[in-house]
């Protein structure tokens, strides 16, 4: 058998110095600070790109609200078209604008010495916007086929109509008609407004 030495075994075949765990855990530390810088990086490049894509979708949209812009137009050019767009239409506005204050009103009534055999009750209101007129036409006791006949008297004059509606109600007619008058407005107007007064006498 052989003899026991007083030497002690160590538990552990290696020991390392404290140092040594010291700078692993400082290296662990470096390493978790990288990954999260890596990590906020990614972050920050993902709100980037977010950025970039609203921003080409923006443009995308500009692009399509502007006339005349080429599909591959670049940024630039989609501004400065956006730009040149706004200008032609606030010119516009502006046009509009004192074409309106510029147009002239007019209500005309029925004649106040028609008598019952022209209807009691009977009229034509007119307004006039340059050479647009809006016609209201009230007649009472409405008879059989008087809005073809009251059409005929526009197209007699040779006056477009826009737009028409008819209210029959308890007897009673109501027509609107929005007309496109040309040549001398106000002289056509009154003969109109004459010859569909003179349709139940």
Request: with cysteine.
């Amino acid at each position: 058998m052989e003899a026991c030495s007083d030497s002690v075994v160590p538990l552990f075949p290696l020991i390392l110095p404290i140092h040594h765990f010291e700078a692993t855990e400082k290296e662990a530390s470096a390493s978790r600070k990288r990954c999260r810088a890596l990590e906020a990086n990614g972050g920050v490049q993902k709100k980037e790109k977010e950025k970039r894509k609203e921003m080409s979708e923006s443009f995308d949209v500009l692009r399509s609200l502007v006339p005349n812009l080429s599909p591959k137009a670049t940024r630039e050019t989609i501004v400065s078209g956006a730009i040149q767009f706004i200008e032609f239409l606030q010119k516009q506005l502006m046009r509009l604008e004192m074409e309106k204050k510029s147009s002239e009103s007019v209500t005309l009534l029925p004649n106040s010495n028609s008598d019952s055999s022209g209807g009691n009750g009977d009229g034509v209101i007119v307004s006039i916007s340059g050479n647009i007129v809006l016609f209201g036409v009230i007649i009472a006791s409405v008879q059989r086929g008087m809005v073809t006949q009251i059409l005929l008297v526009f197209e007699r004059h040779k006056t477009e109509v826009l737009a028409a509606n008819v209210v029959v109600s308890h007897g009673n007619l109501t027509l609107t008609v929005t007309a496109s008058v040309h040549g001398y407005v106000e002289n056509t107007i009154e003969q109109i407004r004459n010859d569909i007064l003179s349709l139940k006498k």
